[in-house]
């Protein structure tokens, strides 16, 4: 059995790990022993950290009702078939190898305690709580008459989204979701691609709006993140303090790569919208839907964007952020996304996008960290047992973690099983295991 660490590009060799309760207590080439272990035989495969994805929605997955309207649809759903939703849609990453995601809101920390505690499976789950938005941002999810009379929309009151507009909004918008058990916060700082009404170069927070965001964070030791396209809306979040920069894809002026790099901040690009694909996609590339136009712009920034991103040599982590899709829309997207993260940065680096350095974004929420034991997305001594077992070498190919050649051009997924991961742990306890 050969490791790969999440870090290190050469695997460590007919290696051994030894875990104890939920960390690991040694790596080592030379054999371990310990009384009344439990052997477990990779034979042959790779052992390496469980996977991370970085961007997801569990709470936002509103399929299976015969609804397809997306948001508006979710209006019209009782809190417990959200709830429901989004433990299904929650149930799609052990099975695939993922041991951690990162909520970009929508989500309480309900789906949260309960995995932590027992009661439900599914992977370690960090949330930022409800979306923080400008009336009339990303978040606005208000459809009349609520949109005219001022009300709060349906899902604002359970919680997915939050309007706030001036400083002193923000900041207890931002410290609503920190007593909600939000380990960090974040805001809509410019326009969205899936919404109709606030366009791409849409400027949403002000100034004073960011920095209450990241004061509150900050007060609480841990970071912000915004939603931003735009090279405006990126650079108005990092002068404003902001480490986590959702999608990014507009970037385009080397300044404003170059401030990202100077920040040490983050970026965690939608890849799929860089990806020749796209536009064949039956929502993205119908040119009926204000989706349509939205996408092309941003699919023709991808070559310009990737050259940039490997030139400034930016802090990023894997990502692969749907919302309202069925789980085998999802995978498709999702095992493609690898693929082309492969493609535009090496495998080698997609592997430490998926695993240590995402790990060192979950580790920036510092005192809110939910989970301080131990380090995320790596093999090493006193880190969480997080390990799964490849058949294969994921350096030499991406597939073997599941990704796939093409977006629509292969057959997704039939389960939420990527059958070349016949091992997954997840804080020492294991969560599948098909290996004879
Ligand atoms: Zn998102």
Known sequence: MNIFDGVKEALIENANVLVEGN????????????????????????LMPGLIDMHVHLNMQFVGS????????????????????????????????????????????GLQKHIDIGTLTGPRIYLSGACVSASSGHGDWRWNPTVLSGEKSYLEGLGLTTLADGGDAVLKASRNNLAGGA????????????????????????PEELAAMVKATGDFGTYSAVH???????????RAGVVSIEHGNLMSEPETFKMVAEADAWVVPAMAAFAPD?????????PTLPAYAKTARVNKNGEAWIKLANEYRINMAFGSDSLAVTPPAWRQTRDFQITQWGRSFGNLRTLQAMTSDAGKLLALSGIMNPYPEGKIGVI??????????????PLEDLSVIGASESMFGSAPRPTSSVDTIPFVMKNGEIHKNTLN
């Open 66 to 109: 015969g609804n397809d309207r997306a948001i508006q649809g979710a209006q019209l759903m009782t809190w417990e078939e959200l709830g429901g939703l989004a433990y299904a849609s929650a149930q799609e990453y052990l099975p695939a190898g993922v041991t951690t995601v990162r909520d970009l809101c929508g989500t309480s920390s």
């Open 23 to 46: 960390l690991i207590r040694a790596v080592s080439a030379a054999p371990l022993a310990a009384a009344n272990a439990v052997m477990i035989d990779g034979g042959g495969r790779t």
């Open 183 to 206: 380990d960090f916060v974040k805001m809509m700082s410019g326009g969205g691609v899936t919404s109709e009404r606030d366009p791409l170069d849409s400027i949403q927070g002000t």
């Open 278 to 286: 796209i536009l064949e996609h039956p929502y993205y590339g119908n």
């Open 228 to 238: 931003a396209y735009t090279d405006i809306s990126v650079q108005n979040a990092i």
């Open 380 to 393: 090493e001594e006193g880190a969480y047992a997080d390990i799964i077992l490849v058949d294969g070498d």
